[in-house]
């Protein structure tokens, strides 16, 4: 369904940050995106929906070229993809409900968003995501009211709320503690299964990314060097995506923790 | 919390909650300000038929501005700017000099009560009058000339100063100033090592602030008789001289523009 | 940190030679041009009129005291158009002062090299000119009246507002922004949900600060023909009825007071 070829970023500074990223993501497929800070993971789901201009390449996503879109063409289609980001990026100052309502601007025209005259659809399905992430009683709160677990789950609401066909995770759970980062995940791809979306989740937690996700991509110096399932990453290849280091006791670790899950639930 | 059913609220309109909860109180502020807006603009007389013969001259002011006239009065605009200039600089000097001291005595954490009981009201009293009637009521008692409009601008400056030079110091790392009392510095050692480098920056900054602010004040210091460009300007308008008086406002936002550059450099170097 | 030998002991110097002598030879500079400066004012003082000053000012004191307490009844009109004067000019002023600022901030400005200048020069030059002179200006073109006030405040306060409102946009957290984009919303929608809930609070915060320190210029704006209480004060002054002026300058003060008591609750309220 997403298609990149030869997608390639090059920043003003000389820094090439993508080199010639060949990726297929089919339809319903959850994928984590791994690699070390400056990888270039941030600068490939940005440059998917266009926040950051891609040098070359193509982006197709079903049968449209995302990388050679006019402004408004480029609207419509952001309106397919839906993004989730590392510090929740809620607007801080609106209530709960606009930032959820917030994902159809690409929908309503400016007066109506502008006036929060939504359409009773998109209300009523705004109702039923908070309901679904237990934030329903929430919805009249402010954004920056909320603990950093409840913000992220209103940026997921926001994404999923535009009816996407794609979602966009930037380090879901960076700003996270490790058990809500875990709820954040198992949430990010529950819905995904139930809606069949295909995602992208950039994740620095390669245990986290094991845990959930059936593919993983692994990033170095803005090449794919890994791909393929989570338990094909072997000590070698985590060397090869993140440098010298003693992994045994992070892959031992992700069998403890799954122990202790399973234990818990 | 679980109060809240989906089922309740689906298919119930949503409405952004009002800024103002409470919703008498809320359509009173609003039904206050529609009122006074309505009341405001009753009273004000505009002759709107004066005004309508103004919009020539108006245009002809903005023309001005493309052909300024630096010449046919260039001694009164020189000998004006220079007045100004002057004033700005004396009193920028004598001003920094005097909030120094009154900014140490009206910080609570390093002054003793009365000392900042006293320099507290200094800083009040200089900050409620404005300039204009400062300078008035100087003018009135030293005669007309820049001595006034001098007097004028140091008294506004120590009041700005001191104001934040003081707020400054209150919030000022307490750590770093205990370690040099710790050291068995006596007052003004402490104050010197201690307060000073934490201060200095923002002292600096602000100084060149206040500079920018003497100079436009400077400007209309004139109007009452103290000196500086300002009476210059004001015998321009009174004579429909645009083109000079266009050449003067060019002058005085050109030497502000100057300064402000001037002061965002020397405030980027000691920061 | 310099260190030199000196009779077969090291000597610690807080600067080199050449840094000392330059601070000192700046300090020399310093020093002549504050004494040049002096000496001009000096010059241009009759000093007979400064030793008599205390005489004077005793003088005027006497005749000021006790201000003439049933004169505060023709004041009230003054003191509603000067009121009127710094609401209505705030009002227009902020309606001007937002898009100006939106071209003006780097991250909102639709061009950088063009469109952006020509908002920082309306913001320079609308700042660097005091309200008086716009006043004066105004009252040239427009003629006398509340109106020419109203005009002035809002002219000179464009710049002031746009400034603190674009350094307040600049200042954005640019994510949230992004994150709007994101959804597909247009470049107005982007505006009024990433970026105008941020601003919200610097922008009421600027209002209301800029609307207290619009009272006290409106105050002298009549000194100029502005309308105002300013007007009664010069009238009072030109027949040297002290009695009047003491009164004046006291509501004066006193509207000081009480609209920077006004603007810390709004502010407080808000924050």
């Known amino acids: 369904m997403l298609q990149l070829k030869k997608l390639t970023k090059n920043y003003k500074t000389g820094d090439q ?63 397919e993809m839906g993004m989730i980001f590392q510090e929740y990026a809620l607007v801080e100052r609106l209530t709960v409900m606009e930032n959820v309502l917030s994902g159809r601007l690409g929908y309503v025209g400016f007066w109506r968003s502008f006036l929060r005259r939504y359409p009773q659809s998109d209300v009523d399905e705004a109702f039923r995501l908070l309901d679904r992430v237990g934030l329903l009683h929430m919805a009249d709160k402010r954004a920056d009211e909320l603990s950093g677990g409840q913000r992220q789950r209103v940026g997921i609401c926001r994404a999923l709320i535009q009816n996407p066909k794609l979602l966009l995770v930037d380090e879901p759970t960076a700003s996270l503690d490790p058990k809500t980062s875990r709820q954040i995940m198992r949430l990010i791809t529950e819905l995904c299964r139930e809606r069949g979306l295909a ?57 403890d923790d799954d122990a202790d899950i399973e234990a818990a639930e | 919390m679980s109060d809240i059913r989906l089922d309740d609220k689906l298919g119930t309109a949503w409405r952004k909650p009002h ?16 009122a006074y807006m309505i009341a405001a603009f009753m009273t004000i007389e505009v002759d709107w038929g004066r005004v309508y013969e103004g919009l020539d001259r108006g245009w002809a002011f903005v023309l001005a501005f493309t052909s300024p006239d630096f010449t046919s009065r260039a001694s009164d605009i020189w000998e004006g700017l220079l007045e100004s200039i002057v004033m700005t600089v004396a009193a920028s000097v004598v001003g920094i000099l005097i909030s120094i001291p009154i900014g140490l005595g009206a910080a609570r954490n390093i002054a003793p009560l009365p000392v900042y009981v006293l320099c507290r009201g200094i800083v009040a009293i200089s900050r409620a009058l404005q300039e204009i009637i400062v300078a008035i009521l100087l003018v009135a008692i030293f005669g007309f000339g820049p001595l006034a409009g001098f007097l004028t601008l140091s008294f506004a400056t120590i009041g700005f100063l001191s104001k934040l030079l003081a707020e400054d110091i209150e919030a000022m790392d307490r750590v770093q100033a205990e370690a040099i009392k710790a050291s068995g510095a006596r007052w003004t050692q402490w104050i010197n090592y201690g307060v000073q480098p934490q201060v200095m920056p923002r002292l600096v900054g602000l100084s060149m602030y206040r500079i920018d602010i003497n100079f436009r004040e400077s400007a209309i210091l004139g109007l009452v008789g103290a000196g500086g460009i300002g009476a210059t300007l004001n015998t321009a308008f009174d004579r429909y001289e645009y083109d000079t008086a266009a050449a003067i406002l060019i002058l005085i936002i050109g030497i502000v523009m100057a300064l402000e550059y001037l002061s965002g450099i020397i405030r980027a170097k000691v920061q | 940190m310099p260190v030199r030998e000196q009779n077969g002991t090291q000597i610690w110097h807080r600067r080199t030679g050449r840094e000392s002598l330059v601070r000192w030879f700046g300090w020399l500079l310093g020093v ?95 700042r ?46 640019q994510s949230q922004v992004e994150a709007i984009a ?90």
């Open chain 3, 182 to 271: 994101a959804t597909g919303a247009s470049r107005w929608q982007v505006m009024a949900y990433g970026i105008v809930p941020q601003i919200m609070p610097a922008f009421a915060g600027i209002a209301v600060f800029r609307w207290d320190i619009n009272i006290r210029e409106s105050t002298v704006l009549g000194l100029v023909g502005a309308g105002g209480i300013g007007l009664q004060l010069s009238a009072s002054l030109n027949v040297l009825a002290w009695p009047q002026v003491s009164l004046i300058l006291l509501v004066i003060l006193l509207a000081v007071v009480i609209s920077e008591w006004v603007s810390a609750k709004i502010r407080g309220a808000i924050i």
């Open chain 1, 199 to 255: 995602a992208i989740i950039n994740i620095h937690d390669v245990a986290l990314a094991q845990m959930f996700v059936p593919r993983v991509v692994g990033l170095r110096f803005g090449e794919i060097v890994f791909d393929g399932p989570p338990d094909g990453l072997t000590p070698e290849k985590l060397t090869e995506i993140y440098g010298e280091e003693d992994w045994e006791a992070t892959i031992e670790k992700i069998e």
């Open chain 3, 128 to 173: 660097s000119i005091n309200s008086l002179i716009w006043a004066l200006l105004l009252i040239a073109i427009i003629g006398p009246g509340v109106f020419a006030g109203v005009v002035a405040i809002a002219i000179r306060s464009i710049g002031f507002c746009a400034k603190l409102l674009y350094e307040a946009i600049e200042e954005i957290d």
């Open chain 2, 19 to 34: 800024f103002v909860k409470n919703p008498t109180l809320r359509w009173t502020l609003i039904a206050g300000f529609v």
């Open chain 1, 17 to 79: 940050a993508l080199k010639s990223i060949d990726l297929e993501v089919p339809k319903g497929q959850v994928l984590a995106l791994i690699g070390p800070s400056g990888a270039g993971k941030s600068t490939l789901i940005r440059c998917v929906n266009r926040l950051v201009e891609p040098t070359s390449g193509e982006a197709m996503l079903d049968d449209v070229d995302l990388a050679k879109l006019g402004s408004g063409a480029l609207r419509k289609a952001r309106r």
């Open chain 3, 32 to 126: 002549a041009v504050f004494v040049y400066c002096w000496q001009i004012i000096s010059a241009s003082t009759t000093w007979f009129f400064v030793w008599d000053a205390p005489r004077i000012a005793n003088d005027i004191w006497t005749r000021a005291t006790p201000p003439k307490w049933e004169y505060v009844t023709q004041l009230g009109r003054p003191i509603w158009d000067t009121l009127n004067i710094a609401t209505l000019g705030t009002l227009i002023a902020l309606c001007l002062a937002v898009p100006v600022a939106f071209l003006a901030a780097r991250n909102t400005t639709p061009s950088g090299l063009f469109i952006r200048p020509i908002a920082l020069l309306i913001i320079v030059s609308t």
